[in-house]
């Protein structure tokens, strides 16, 4: 099994920063990708940026191009996610996904954290 959990969401003001981070811990050697997803009240869950196991970036979300910036250290199992000119529509809990390795040995199943809280106010 693979336990995610996120640390560093807060309330911040209009253009604000946070830096969010997601420690993997138990069998890591199941994770391939990373990412970050969000969901505010009402609304689905969207993906917001991913990062590969080499730590290459491969999406972000339009609207936080240029303001988040995800990156990944594997010697310390964690993803982040820098989190600047933060704005109210990035109010919503934050959640760390971890895509499964192909194995006899891992789940078939993605890996979720429990979330974060992010409050952006004006």
């Known amino acids: 099994q693979v336990q995610l959990v996120e640390s560093g969401g807060d309330l911040v003001q209009v253009g604000g920063s946070l830096r969010l981070s997601c420690a993997a811990s138990?069998?890591?050697?199941?994770?391939?990708?990373m990412g970050w997803y969000r969901q505010a009240p009402g609304k689905e869950r969207d993906v917001v940026a991913q990062v590969t196991n080499a730590g290459k970036t491969y999406y972000y979300l339009d609207s936080v191009k240029g303001r988040f910036t995800i990156s990944r250290d594997n010697d310390k199992n964690t993803v982040y996610l820098q989190m600047d000119s933060l704005e109210p529509e990035d109010t919503a809990v934050y959640y760390c996904?971890?895509?499964?390795?192909?194995?006899?040995?891992?789940?078939?199943?993605?890996?979720w954290g429990q979330g974060t809280q992010v409050v952006v106010s004006s």
């Open positions: 996904n971890a895509e499964p390795r192909h194995s006899d040995f891992c789940s078939d199943d993605d890996y």
């Open positions: 138990g069998d890591t050697y199941c994770i391939s990708s």
